[in-house]
């Protein structure tokens, strides 16, 4: 982790809201990916990143380890977008695979313009879909997924690795 995000998590922790926002802004577009890949649409998603950040905020003092801010705060965000699915009595949706573009972003945007892996994509169970794109969109290793999703490492790289094998298959 850079030195300024660590310096900015410690004036954080000190109440400094500037240091947070800026922060916040490192993080957003990946936090929104994922809030509106949980949540199917972008209104409930920019609510559950809201409320997740909030949180955050108000949490901050909480965090152990200022290195694993961005596992912390998708964690919240995991968690905060579990509960309101729950409250409305759905499952994770898979979004359309139209949808699939505001998901992706940068150096991968060319490569997920395949209408074919959109598709097989969206043919993965949401877990499974979602350990693959956080792994891609957030750089996200095995180890901190485990964190957000509270599962061993070897359980997401077994998770990771079939879902991997199955899309090689559907894109064959």
Avoid at 1 to 19: F, H, P, T
């Amino acid at each position: 982790m850079e030195k300024d995000l660590v310096a900015l998590i410690e004036r954080s922790k000190q109440g400094d809201s500037r240091a947070f926002s800026e922060i916040y802004s490192v993080y957003a577009m990946d936090l929104y990916r994922y809030a509106l890949y949980m949540m199917g649409n972008p209104q409930d998603a920019e609510d559950a990143v809201q409320e997740a950040v909030f949180s955050a905020w108000r949490n901050i003092h909480n965090l152990r380890e200022d290195a694993s801010f961005k596992v912390w705060i998708f964690k919240i965000l995991s968690n905060r977008c579990k509960t309101e699915l729950m409250k409305k009595n759905k499952a994770p949706d898979i979004l359309p695979v139209e949808e699939y573009e505001f998901l992706i972003d940068g150096e991968y945007e060319e490569s997920f313009n395949s209408a074919e892996l959109k598709e097989a994509l969206s043919s993965l169970t949401p877990p499974d879909a979602q350990i693959i794109l956080l792994s891609i969109i957030g750089g996200f290793k095995s180890y901190e997924l485990a964190e957000i999703y509270n599962m061993d490492p070897a359980t997401i790289r077994s998770r990771q690795k079939r879902a991997l094998e199955k899309l090689k298959i559907l894109l064959s």
